[in-house]
């Protein structure tokens, strides 16, 4: 077997990711993004991980692959992965994950970041693929030298936690009671301390993770325990993690979610407010909600599309030099403070325009933006041809024509099933439906032709 990676690094079942393998892993980021290819001279790597069980081993073969190809490495041990991130930016060395973000515990996978913090471009990606290939293949290498010893890295996590609390430029959270869902993943330790020391009355759940427990129905893909907790405690907000805290989903006073859309519109038009929405523009997937653009037109602002995954927005924001973009479902970068989607920053951003505001999070959210209805459905067909996303453009051409401006369609390919995706937003459901059955049947008679 050998690896390889999808829309956020590699990840599988633990099992598959057995040590030969990450081992052949570690000596190919050693090279491509830590040695020769990369023409390094400070031959460094960071390394952090979430608490799943398999966390540990993954790490130390890992370890023994960069080791082999005389690249030191510092350990911040369990971590987010936006601070191992931070950490590679500060230091301007590469680093890697070990996380499988929201799946259960018994996946894991390993994400890479470039020197400097940023998340690896396809080229790059191709790149440590063919090296990965060309190890595998091989017989056993010889090690290439004596690797500095390792470092662990508790002083830079801690400059990471000042670094969120000092976002806010002095501003606090006094007042402000908010209820966290941990995840029992990466942000269990750190992200009650950031907003206690923002000045937030803080309750805590599901932050007592065990190795197996992460993501178990709790986090960003399980939001009942905290809507509950929330409404329980009379909390103004209740802040739901995924398993390495990338990213943040939100719950109002009334224990209703805050999805990412929200949370980008609510933050967007902050930052435009004060000044600091670079060129007037955010910067969204195609699967955002078409509520969101017409809030953003609403208030002046550009919309820049990419396709899914938080990665394609930082390449936007990069080129376009924005300063903020995010996906529906929690991923948000805060460019001028962060290199990747950060649910803990993200967090404290939006309970500080709860705080500044003084009303509700459910009043501001009802405001900046209406939720169109959203219909999806999946069209199976016998392979993944691209073919067929052409054959139907006409069609999709009259749908979106009929739909007008409250309307939009997304027809496309799934990246990993032999799948047709097909995704119709209006202001009405019913018509949602209809143009959806019409598009879908569409599909279906070309995937027969």
């Given at each position: 077997?050998?690896?390889?990676?999808?829309?956020?690094?590699?990840?599988?079942?633990?099992?598959?990711?057995?040590?030969?393998?990450?081992?052949?892993?570690?000596?190919?980021?050693?090279?491509?993004?830590?040695?020769?290819?990369?023409?390094?001279?400070?031959?460094?790597?960071?390394?952090?991980?979430?608490?799943?069980?398999?966390?540990?081993?993954?790490?130390?073969?890992?370890?023994?692959?960069?080791?082999?190809?005389?690249?030191?490495?510092?350990?911040?041990?369990?971590?987010?992965?936006?601070?191992?991130?931070?950490?590679?930016?500060?230091?301007?060395?590469?680093?890697?994950?070990?996380?499988?973000?929201?799946?259960?515990?018994?996946?894991?996978?390993?994400?890479?970041?470039?020197?400097?913090?940023?998340?690896?471009?396809?080229?790059?990606?191709?790149?440590?693929?063919?090296?990965?290939?060309?190890?595998?293949?091989?017989?056993?290498?010889?090690?290439?030298?004596?690797?500095?010893?390792?470092?662990?890295?508790?002083?830079?996590?801690?400059?990471?936690e000042l670094t969120l609390v000092n976002?806010?430029?002095?501003?606090?959270?006094?007042?402000?009671?908010?209820?966290?869902?941990?995840?029992?993943?990466?942000?269990?330790?750190?992200?009650?301390?950031?907003?206690?020391?923002?000045?937030?009355?803080?309750?805590?759940?599901?932050?007592?993770?065990?190795?197996?427990?992460?993501?178990?129905?709790?986090?960003?893909?399980?939001?009942?325990?905290?809507?509950?907790?929330?409404?329980?405690?009379?909390?103004?907000?209740?802040?739901?993690?995924?398993?390495?805290?990338?990213?943040?989903?939100?719950?109002?006073?009334?224990?209703?979610?805050?999805?990412?859309?929200?949370?980008?519109?609510?933050?967007?038009?902050?930052?435009?407010?004060?000044?600091?929405?670079?060129?007037?523009?955010?910067?969204?997937?195609?699967?955002?909600?078409?509520?969101?653009?017409?809030?953003?037109?609403?208030?002046?602002?550009?919309?820049?599309?990419?396709?899914?995954?938080?990665?394609?927005?930082?390449?936007?924001?990069?080129?376009?030099?924005?300063?903020?973009?995010?996906?529906?479902?929690?991923?948000?970068?805060?460019?001028?403070?962060?290199?990747?989607?950060?649910?803990?920053?993200?967090?404290?951003?939006?309970?500080?325009?709860?705080?500044?505001?003084?009303?509700?999070?459910?009043?501001?959210?009802?405001?900046?933006?209406?939720?169109?209805?959203?219909?999806?459905?999946?069209?199976?067909?016998?392979?993944?041809?691209?073919?067929?996303?052409?054959?139907?453009?006409?069609?999709?051409?009259?749908?979106?024509?009929?739909?007008?401006?409250?309307?939009?369609?997304?027809v496309r390919p799934s990246g990993t099933?032999?799948?047709?995706?097909?995704?119709?937003?209006?202001?009405?459901?019913?018509?949602?439906?209809?143009?959806?059955?019409?598009?879908?049947?569409?599909?279906?008679?070309?995937?027969?032709?």
């Amino acid at each position: 077997m050998t690896l390889r990676f999808g829309t956020d690094g590699v990840r599988g079942h633990a099992d598959e990711l057995n040590d030969d393998l990450v081992r052949a892993l570690g000596r190919a980021a050693g090279r491509v993004l830590a040695g020769e290819l990369r023409g390094a001279t400070d031959r460094r790597f960071v390394i952090g991980r979430d608490p799943r069980i398999s966390g540990s081993r993954i790490e130390q073969a890992l370890v023994e692959g960069l080791a082999a190809e005389a690249v030191g490495v510092e350990l911040v041990g369990i971590a987010p992965t936006p601070a191992v991130a931070w950490i590679a930016a500060a230091r301007l060395v590469p680093a890697a994950m070990i996380s499988a973000s929201h799946n259960p515990y018994h996946d894991n996978g390993v994400k890479f970041f470039a020197a400097g913090g940023l998340k690896l471009s396809d080229a790059e990606e191709e790149l440590l693929e063919g090296e990965l290939d060309r190890i595998l293949a091989s017989s056993p290498e010889p090690a290439r030298g004596q690797a500095p010893p390792l470092r662990e890295g508790t002083e830079d996590l801690e400059r990471y936690e000042l670094t969120l609390v000092n976002a806010l430029e002095g501003r606090t959270l006094e007042g402000l009671s908010v209820v966290l869902d941990c995840a029992n993943g990466a942000a269990s330790g750190l992200a009650p301390r950031v907003f206690e020391r923002l000045g937030a009355s803080v309750t805590v759940i599901h932050a007592r993770p065990d190795g197996r427990n992460i993501n178990a129905g709790c986090g960003s893909t399980h939001p009942e325990d905290l809507r509950k907790a929330v409404i329980a405690a009379g909390a103004d907000a209740g802040l739901a993690f995924d398993g390495d805290a990338d990213r943040v989903l939100a719950v109002d006073e009334l224990g209703e979610l805050v999805d990412g859309d929200h949370l980008i519109a609510l933050c967007a038009i902050d930052l435009r407010e004060r000044g600091r929405l670079r060129h007037d523009t955010v910067v969204v997937t195609v699967m955002s909600n078409l509520g969101l653009r017409l809030a953003m037109r609403e208030h002046g602002i550009e919309v820049v599309e990419t396709q899914v995954g938080d990665r394609y927005v930082l390449e936007a924001l990069e080129a376009g030099g924005f300063a903020l973009g995010g996906e529906q479902s929690g991923h948000v970068i805060f460019r001028d403070l962060a290199t990747t989607g950060d649910g803990i920053l993200t967090g404290v951003h939006l309970l500080d325009v709860v705080a500044r505001a003084r009303r509700p999070l459910s009043s501001l959210a009802a405001e900046v933006m209406t939720t169109l209805p959203q219909v999806l459905r999946n069209v199976r067909v016998a392979r993944r041809d691209p073919a067929i996303i052409e054959a139907v453009a006409d069609e999709v051409a009259a749908v979106e024509a009929a739909l007008g401006e409250r309307g939009r369609v997304l027809v496309r390919p799934s990246g990993t099933e032999p799948l047709v995706r097909v995704m119709v937003e209006a202001d009405d459901r019913g018509v949602a439906e209809e143009a959806a059955r019409r598009l879908v049947a569409a599909v279906e008679r070309t995937a027969r032709t």
